[in-house]
């Protein structure tokens, strides 16, 4: 192949073509694995692209790689001899690499990559931008670019990204600014700029890096590969994300599980706001949006979600000194009274974290150590004389009580102490105890050394307490996740066969929703339902309340009306005598609502008495990266208004639904508050189970809303169902 590799006439520019916005794609990650170190440890690096020009990529990227990477870089630009001083050769098949770095115009980088496989090159950085985030002609070449390296076993970072850099071996392959520090964050980035942002930033944090990858367009290498990679890389210490789509949600969870095992991985998922979720017709739909669903994917994975930029370095740092605490209190030893306050407030605030309480041979200890004036309670305060040898005293007694997991010590600039030394004993405190330790510097000047000597030792430290709190809580938080299990949920026993028959009537009707005249699909998985029947003539339905009880439910049953309460088309406590005139008003109801709309009858059913019933929630929405989620939550008509649900990946055995009744705001109303009865959780809990296998277990079922789920201390019933169906599915499974 030939052509003019000088970015000069082409696309890729330095201003231009700094990562994001990637483009949701729905490629099945590539199965990389652990082979991914090749990208991380090259020894023969081929700069495709290579050029003097001033301000070009191709230049800057070469830079880079001559600046501390200890292998050989080789120049590719069939227009030049010589670039940078290095002799530069005509094509990748020359350059005998073992890695390629690719910065050619986009037309190009096809046939470079192709080439880059016929030449036995298996890692391979597309730095040039201008494929899927630029349109459809974008898209194409970019589906292209993924059949060429799939088609070689290629693995192939971006395009579009900012490149690749690596401690160990100094490599920098990314036209950005810096290489960062070394240290054992590996960091991923879908935003080039983040990279460059976060690089820069991470010098002054005293953040180190084992590897960076910007990810860009994600054409075949995405978050998943490097998760799982990192996850057997020894070196990665944490693994830390800036996500803004994960695009096969379910192997991401997968890999993840397996990583945070002994490697934690903490993420910020950028793009909160919901686009999807104004389509729905279910409550649950309404509800979901992407965000619901990336919560309850990270969390399924073991993921830590850092709210912004700062808490997730915050957390990479803590998590970075491999230290996790034993026990959930925290101990604050504190040279100053106002940051000591400010610490324990902030401790009590965390969720997962409390201030220990000290034993009496502490506090008896702590007594002899300290004088007079010093609170030898928790949170210590060693007083603004303390010196180096007092603090670390005071340290060693706390660090031995029992309750003690995590310790922060504060300190504000005093003239009694030398910084440095401070420093250094904090950071020898922490090694000889094993117990996390964060350090909280409220100062600047006065504490630098103090600083440089802990960011030299690994301890983190912070000038605000309740970052150093939120940092010992993402330990806490780890601990938990590491100790998980993932047990598979328990088998259930069900008619799908049934269900399958009901799911595909759907496609007699004008939509795809079915209603109440589908609650036989609960029979058919063991969710309990009222007495009942939809009969479609006024004597017919006083017959079925014959049969039922002194009063019961009517509704009408529709395709065309989602919410039949809006219209008064639920009426409760009707007594045998009115069921038949009832018939008639529901029906002239629903004609005066919609003239043409479709009845198929009217649902006549047992009452249950809710008052001493909770009505519930349970659904389901399919996200497009997540697959099927369960929703459990405080039902009724008012669901949407209250919003006290809670999401999971489905299906959930038996413990995760229990813990999703527990984790509502009205889980109190389910355990019998103010002199009522509680409600039959295990009745619950298995429903909830149930609903979460039936979706999982018919991809077609689009949406679902169980609703309500009425609870009661004898059990529950599921008096209303709405389901939405993707007739597509339906046809692949049956
Ligand atoms: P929709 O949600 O379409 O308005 P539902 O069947 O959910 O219709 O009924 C609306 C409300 O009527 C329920 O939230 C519940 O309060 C009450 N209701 C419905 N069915 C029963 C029943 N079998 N027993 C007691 N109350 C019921
Ligand atoms: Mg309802």
Known sequence: MSGDYDPADGAVDRDGSLGGDAPVDSDAAFDGGAALSGLFAPERVAVVGATDREGSVGRAVTENLLAEFDGEVVPVNPSRDEVLGLPCVGSVADADADMAV???????????????????????????????????????????????????????????????????????????PDAPPAGGVSFMSQSGAFVTAVVDWAKDEGIGFKDVVSLGNKAVLDETDFVRAWGDDPDTDVVVGYLESIDDGRAFVDAARRTTDDTPVAVVKSGRTDAGAQAASSHTGAIAGSDRAYEAGLDAAGVLRAESVQELFDAARALAGGDVPDSDGVAVVTNAGGPGVMATDAVGDAERLRLASFNEETVDRLGEALPDEANVYNPV????????????????????????????????????????????????????????????????????????????????????????????????????????????????DADRERVREILSSVTERSDNRLGVEAMEIFDAYGIPTPEGAVVDDPAEAERVAEGIGEEVVMKIVSPDILHKSDIGGVKVGVPVAEVADAYED?????????PDATILGVQVQEMIDLDDGVETIVGSHTDPQFGPLVMFGLGGVFVEIMEDTTF????????????????????????????????????????????????????????????????????????DLRLTVDPEELETQS
């Open 102 to 176: 690719v910065a050619v115009p986009p037309g190009a980088v096809i046939d470079v990559v192709r080439e880059c496989g016929e030449s036995g090159v298996r890692n391979v950085v597309v730095l040039t931008a201008g494929f899927g985030e630029t349109g459809a002609e974008g898209a194409d070449r970019e589906q292209q670019l993924r059949s060429v390296a799939t088609e070689y076993g290629i693995n192939l970072v971006g395009p579009n990204s900012l490149g690749v850099m690596s401690s160990p071996r100094g490599l920098n392959a990314t036209f950005g």
């Open 586 to 594: 529901l029906v002239s109801r629903a004609r005066n609502y919609q």
């Open 381 to 492: 305060d060693v007083i603004g004389d303390a010196s180096v040898d007092r603090f670390r005293e005071a340290l060693d007694i706390a660090l031995r009580d029992p309750d003690v997991g995590s310790v922060v010590v504060i300190t504000a600039p005093t003239a009694t102490l030398d910084f440095g030394e401070l420093g250094e004993m904090i950071a020898d405190a922490a090694d000889e105890h094993g117990v996390p330790m964060a350090a909280c510097l409220m100062g600047g000047q006065r504490l630098a050394d103090a600083g440089d000597v802990l960011r030299e030792r690994g301890v983190p430290s912070y000038f605000d307490p309740a970052r150093a709190v939120g940092g010992l809580e993402s330990l806490t938080e780890y601990r938990e996740v590491r100790g998980r299990s993932y047990p598979e949920p328990e088998p259930i």
């Open 648 to 719: 999971r990946l489905a299906p959930v055995g038996r413990d995760e639904a229990a813990e999703m009744t527990e984790e509502i705001d009205a889980a109190p109303l389910l355990r019998g508050a103010r002199g009522r009865e509680a409600v039959d959780i295990d009745a619950v809990v298995d429903a909830v189970r149930r609903v979460s296998q039936l979706v999982a277990d018919f991809p077609s079922i689009v949406e679902l809303d169980v609703n309500p789920l009425v609870a009661t201390p004898d059990g529950v019933r599921a008096v």
